[in-house]
Each structure stands twice: as C-alpha cells, then as structure tokens.
C-alpha cells in the first residue's frame, strides 16, 4: 500500500526537491498525524500544508501512465505537444523568488497519439466537497467530449463524493450520457452529489479495478487534490495503469498555480446583490452599518472582489491581515471616523478574518477544518459598545448569504471556462496523463502536477496590487497590526 502524502512539505521540498517524476515524488509528506482507517490509510481530503513552495524545472514534469501509441480519434486543427512550454512564473521578482530558473508547464489540448483506446476506455467522475457554481457544467463537457469526440466505451459518475466507492456506504454508480446530462447546466449543485470527510484509499483504488475504470476525473480544491494524491500513490503501488486528473473545484478561489477556480466569478457576481442590500440598509438610517459575512476560510478573494466590484463596501476585511480592532489605527477608530464624516457604512468580512480576536472553538468539521469562530458576532458586539461609548446612535443591520453565493447556476464567464476545464480533463485523461490538474495560467490551459497544488492554499498578498486596488476601492485605511489577546469567547 502507498504512504500517505498529504499535508505539510519537509524542508527539503519547500526547497524545490520535491519533483513529481520517480522517486522525488515521496518527498512529500504529511506535517500532521497520518490517519488511518482500520488497517488502511484514510484519503484526509484537508491535511494541514506549508508554504512558500520554491520550484524547479523537474517540479512541473508531468507523469504518464506510458507510451502513446493510439491515433487520437478527434477532428481538430491543432495538436498540442507534450514539451512544457507555458511558464510558470512570468516577472523576473517571481522568477527570482520561487525558483530562480524559468520554470514551464505542458500546455493542455489535445495530443496527437494517446494511451487508451477509446473503444475500451472508461472514465469515471466524482466530486469532493462543497459545491460552487459550475460543477455541472463540468460534467456535462466531460461527457459530451468523451462521448462524441473519444468515443469512449461509457462515462460513470460517482455519488455522493469519495463515499461513492466504498461499498459499505451503498451509493448506486450512475452512467452518464448526452442525454442524461444535456441540460444539468442550468441549475446549480452537482447532479453526483458530493461530500466530506476522509475515506480509506484502499476501497477507493478496489472499486477503480471492479469497475474496470481507466481514468478518474476528480473536481476539488485543494484538499480534494491531497485526496487525488493519495489515490495516485495508492494505484502507482500496485502498479495499475490508472489515470487521475483533477479540475479545481473551490469557492474560496485559493489554489495554487490555478488563476482563477471556476464559480468565483459566479459567486462574486451573487455576493455584490447583498452588498448592495446593506448599503441600503446602511443608508436608511442616521449612522446605519451594513455588517456583511461572505465566504473565505483562509483566503480574502470573494470578500476583496466583491467589494472591488460594487463600489458601496468601505471597509473590507480579510484573513490574511491580522487587523487591530481597538486603539489608535484599530478598526473601530476608523469606523466611527467614517460615521462622523459620512453618517453610513458598509463592512464586509471574510468569515476567516479576525480569527487572531477569537479564541479557538476547539473543534473540527468533517473535513478536518477547524470550525471558525463567530468574527461578525464579535464584530457587531464591538461596534455596538465602540458607538455607545462615543455617543454614536448607530443602527447595525447584519446581512449573512452564506450559501446561496455558492448554490446557482454558473454565470456566462463561468459556463465557459468550464467548458474547457472539463475538455481539457478528456484529453489528459485519454493521453494517459496522471497526478495532475488542468489549470488556468497566463491565458492558457496548463497541466500542472498535484504536488504542486495541493502544496499550500493561495492567499491574498497584502503588499500586491490587488490588495491596494481593494483599499483603494474602499477608501479604508491600513488598519494597525493587532498585538491584543482575543477578546470575548464564541458563544452568543
């Protein structure tokens, strides 16, 4: 059975020695405590990583499961080459940062000569954890691009996540077809249902064999690419001619090496309808406050662009800057200024902001997450004592969409970006392609490998300029580093 690879990178791979070809692959190892299941490993889809990953040439080496030697059956103008030509890095400061070489991803398309003979191939398809905008369409273009432009000898979707493998959860295999999935774009979720929560790779790898599957298509963030890594491991060590190719699947938006996760546009485009109630809401009253929670564990991305999007937010905060909330600089300082100069504001939250004002819960959801403390609870506490004290008769409305960002149809950008990613998953899968994700960088599709993905999450740098078009955008200031003990606890 394969070792576990999830979570943390040792030193040695955060030094760029942990290529995905042959045996430096093993380098990456888990910073947390292996679970186990019984007498097998578990897939832990949210081990704990570290960052700042420095990369080299072999790092972007993509595996193959072995020679292509079948003509490719598609009608197409262009094949593309298997030699990496899409750099990873495109500034000399990142060059220089990250690897110090100029670093290149394959480009994703079609190839010429593939592994598996279409009329023998089947190709299955699960989704892992939360829904986002545009899992649907996914599905629905790998279906279409295996059926009618592969071939391929059947296309089966797997229920309900990881769970859908193992036998003892009894979740009926569904196939998939034209027909069967010709309109599922049109409505949000995920027509195979998805899940949480760690399952034994053992099983999964088992139920790959009894169901003769060649390839699996896995769509994910970054934990669901630490399960697809173990998956991989699991069948490279029983030696089986499997593919995995992974499509980025997270609202968040904070995958490495992946410009942007299919559905953030949708979401964003949904979280500014309630930005635009609480700035309603904000200016009905005499210093009104709209108090906004949106999406974002460990990462700022829906929160900031929202924001940036419709222009009413003028504080927005994120979990990537540990903000003071009280003394000179704090965040209350500069809200009441912003109410004695203009009678109103709009705050938006990431709900991973303020985590360092909280104490921790303690607990963990199925993921292995740890459950978040309540930062707008505190947030409206606050404000409301702050305001009393200064003699500012605020009205506090807090507005909480949570899932629904994440629960509709993708928007025209998304349908189309999905479109390709699942395209792209076929022709990988079908190159024999395994270990790796079909990803966005610089305008093109790439294919980059699941080390290097499921490394670390993606966060907001607070020296970009994205993080200054943010404050720009709002108007608020750089609030004071916090240096003060969480203040109240988690209960209401």
């Not at 391929?152 to 859908?164: D, E, F, K, M, S």
């Not at 099983?203 to 699996?216: G, K, P, Q, T």
């Not at 912003?338 to 902001?353: D, F, K, W, Y």
């Not at 702050?386 to 909480?400: A, E, H, N, S």
């Amino acid at each position: 059975m394969a070792s576990p690879q999830w979570g943390g990178l040792s030193e040695p791979a955060r030094a760029g020695r942990f290529g995905v070809h042959g045996k430096k692959r093993r380098a990456v190892h888990s910073a947390c405590r292996n679970q186990q299941h019984r007498e097998g490993q578990v897939v832990n889809v949210n081990a704990a990583a570290d960052q700042n990953v420095r990369i080299g040439p072999e790092d972007a080496r993509i595996t193959r499961l072995g020679e292509s030697r079948v003509a490719c059956p598609k009608a197409c103008g262009r094949f593309v080459p298997d030699e990496p030509s899409v750099m990873a890095y495109i500034t000399k400061r990142q060059i220089g940062e990250y690897g110090g070489e100029p670093v290149f991803f394959e480009e994703a398309g079609p190839r010429e000569r593939i592994f598996f003979d279409p009329a023998k191939t089947k190709c299955a398809i699960v989704t892992v954890g939360g829904i986002c905008p545009g899992i649907n369409d996914v599905i629905r273009a790998i279906v279409m691009e295996a059926h009618h432009n592969y071939g391929v000898a059947a296309t089966l979707g797997i229920r309900y996540g990881l769970r859908g493998f193992i036998p003892a959860c009894r979740h009926d295999v569904l196939e998939l077809t034209p027909d069967n999935v010709a309109d599922i774009h049109e409505f949000g979720g995920t027509l195979l249902g998805s899940s949480r929560g760690p399952q034994p790779v053992d099983e999964i790898v088992d139920a790959l064999e009894r169901m003769n599957i060649n390839f699996l298509v896995l769509l994910g963030g970054v934990g669901g690419m630490r399960a697809a890594t173990s998956i991989v491991d699991e069948i490279t060590a029983r030696g089986l001619p499997i593919g995995v190719v992974g499509i980025p699947k997270t609202i968040d938006n904070d995958m490495r090496f992946v410009a942007r996760t299919f559905g953030f546009v949708t979401a964003v485009e949904k979280a500014t309808e309630s930005i635009a109630c609480a700035h309603t809401e904000a200016v009905g009253a005499p210093y009104g406050i709209g108090l906004l929670k949106l999406m974002g564990r460990s990462s700022g991305f829906i929160a900031a662009t929202a924001a940036m999007g419709l222009k009413h937010v003028n504080f927005v905060l994120i979990p990537e800057e540990r903000f003071a909330l009280h003394g000179p600089g704090g965040f209350l300082e500069a809200l009441a200024n912003r109410l004695t100069r203009r009678g109103h504001a709009v705050v938006v939250a990431a709900e991973g902001a303020g985590q360092h004002l909280l104490p921790p819960t303690g607990e963990t959801d199925a993921s292995g997450n740890p459950v978040l403390g309540d930062i707008c609870g505190l947030l409206a506490r606050e404000i409301k004592a702050y305001c009393q004290g200064r003699g500012l008769p605020i009205t506090l409305k807090y507005i909480d969409p949570s899932y629904i960002i994440r629960s509709v149809p993708a928007n025209v950008a998304d349908a189309v970006y999905c479109g390709f990613l699942g395209q792209h998953a076929v022709h990988a899968g079908m190159a024999g392609k395994t270990g790796m994700l079909v990803s966005s960088m610089h305008d093109r599709y790439v294919h980059v490998p699941l080390a290097l993905v499921s490394a670390d999450r993606r966060r907001i740098d607070t020296d970009s300029e994205f993080w200054q078009a943010a404050l720009d955008s709002t108007g608020q200031p750089r609030l004071a580093v916090a240096d003060e003990p969480a203040l109240a606890d988690n209960k209401e």
